[in-house]
């Protein structure tokens, strides 16, 4: 269930604390894109000082991100499409503050927190070095990819350990008296004001005989409601279909239920159950369960990490604010390009 901030963030800025050498692989691609001396600072967050290559880095990414899923639908990526407040680029350039504010606040909490990486700390990523370089087939090989995301030894470290103090915020988080522990009655909040619905299913599916099922679903659901407590009976009922996931917490919209029955869920109170719903799957009885505040406590860190980052104090250059997106875009380009023919 767990979408964790990091973790599709984190594989491409593994700790090159292992590698030999101190040869910069980036060959200045991000100054190169941006004409931003790459260690000015370009952004400030909560009081911290965001250097140029951390946001262009981001920046970078978000492009990446971008252009591959125009090309996966096989569209042309228009940076000067209008979208909501702005373009296309200015979207890519926001999306890529939010990420570095992001990084920022988590440093921001670890010091506050007293949140400090060790020994052990350091082996772990040593270890994830080793991996990661033979996946890739060698440390040059490596190294290379690195570079072409604008990232040399010491900025791949940088990254590194925020990821790492970001596990260490989250433990100090899941503590039962910590000084990140979650009141209980904000979790329920949280749960219900982003619509986490937890449903239980019992699912007979149409196979060869839709009327045989249809009719198999009728008398579930009329033995569902003889009983004296349906929320009771319903775990054995449904046993009985072909449904055996149990009570599942969700949130709406992530595909979990059909969208029908997702609609009809969340439209029940919780103890109260559906009446026989058709889907692609087949029959459908759902029973709405009360939503336990534990089941979302790691989607709730995130929340309130993102929503410290959304909420800090930002304060922006004269050269953040005169950095062009589509510019930059096109420039990586061709530094990638240039970079890739001098390697």
Do not use: H
Request: aromatic residues 8%; contains cysteine; charged residues 25%.
């Amino acid at each position: 269930m767990r979408n964790r901030l990091f973790a599709a963030l984190l594989p491409l800025c593994l700790l090159l604390s292992a590698c030999g050498g101190e040869k910069d692989p980036s060959g200045g691609l991000l100054e190169s894109a941006s004409g931003l001396p790459e260690e000015t600072v370009l952004v400030t967050v909560g009081g911290r000082e965001v250097a140029a290559w951390q946001y262009l880095y981001w920046l970078a990414f978000t492009c990446d991100q971008l252009q591959a899923r125009y090309d996966g639908a096989g569209l042309e990526l228009d940076w000067a499409a209008p979208l909501e407040g702005g373009t296309l680029a200015d979207y890519a350039k926001d999306q890529a503050l939010a990420d570095a504010a992001l990084y920022a606040v988590v440093e921001n909490w670890a010091e506050q927190y007293g949140a400090v990486l060790g020994e052990a700390d350091s082996g772990a990523l040593a270890e994830a070095w080793t991996e990661k370089t033979a996946s890739y087939g060698g440390e040059e090989q490596y190294l290379a990819a690195l570079g072409n995301l604008g990232l040399n030894r010491a900025r791949a470290e940088a990254l590194s350990r925020v990821g790492q103090l970001y596990g260490k915020l989250y433990e100090l988080y899941g503590a039962d008296d910590g000084p990140l522990t979650p009141d209980p009655a904000d979790l329920a909040a949280f749960a219900r004001e982003q619509g986490w619905l937890t449903v239980d299913r019992a699912l007979i599916p149409i196979g060869a005989d839709r009327s045989e099922a249809q009719a198999k679903a009728a008398e579930i659901f009329s033995r569902l409601n003889q009983a004296p407590d349906k929320a009771e009976a319903f775990p054995a009922l449904a046993a009985e279909g072909d449904d055996s996931a149990g009570p599942r917490t969700f949130l709406a919209g992530d595909g979990t239920l059909p969208a029908a029955l997702e609609e009809a869920a969340a439209a029940l109170e919780p103890g109260q159950c559906s009446g026989i719903l058709e889907s692609g799957e087949g029959f459908s009885i759902l029973l709405r369960c009360e939503t336990n505040p534990q089941d979302v406590r790691e989607e709730y860190f995130d929340y309130i990490l993102q929503e410290a980052a959304k909420n800090a104090q930002v304060e922006l250059t004269e050269a953040y604010r005169a950095l062009d997106a589509a510019a930059f875009a096109g420039n990586l380009a061709k530094a990638r390009e240039a970079l890739g023919e001098n390697g």
